[in-house]
């Protein structure tokens, strides 16, 4: 069964003999499949009044385990965000109730960001629609394929130097 991305590689098969176009296979269909997954990933979140980085930020607390508390350095480290959403982020997620910020006791200067009990109600009647969704996109992949395709994923990040991000 062919695809777009096979149509465009015969393009190019046909048009440019003379070059490898075997990359566009991948990076292609990478492309396309990122914008059909974070499209129904914003749905997802949509549904509970979020966007994407306001559910990484509250996952990421979440996730910390017990006191839920972070400083925005290690949000923004283990978050799916950039330096410049993480305060953007908590101000939305602080006037919302969602989060605090409270002195850091370890360093007068700095602060932490703390999930408040209304931030861990919402994350955890989001995260199983979230996890839900994430199965639908994946149930056309056995275990194995998932299994696989993550290894394969992480190889490829690794190798760019994005493993760690």
Known sequence: MADHVDRVLEQWH??????????MGVIGRLSRLSVLVDAELRRTFARHG???SSFDVLATLRRSGPPYRLTPTELMRSAMVTSGAVTQRLDKLEARGLVKRTPD????????VELTDAGGELIDRVLPDHVETEHRI???LGAGERDELA????????SLGGAGS
Do not use: F, I, W
């Open 14 to 23: 046909a048009e440019r003999p003379d070059l490898d176009v075997s990359p």
């Open 138 to 140: 994946l149930a056309a």
């Open 50 to 52: 979020l966007d994407r």
């Open 105 to 112: 006791e370890a360093d007068g200067r700095g602060v932490r």
């Open 151 to 158: 290894a394969t994923l992480r190889t490829l990040l690794e």
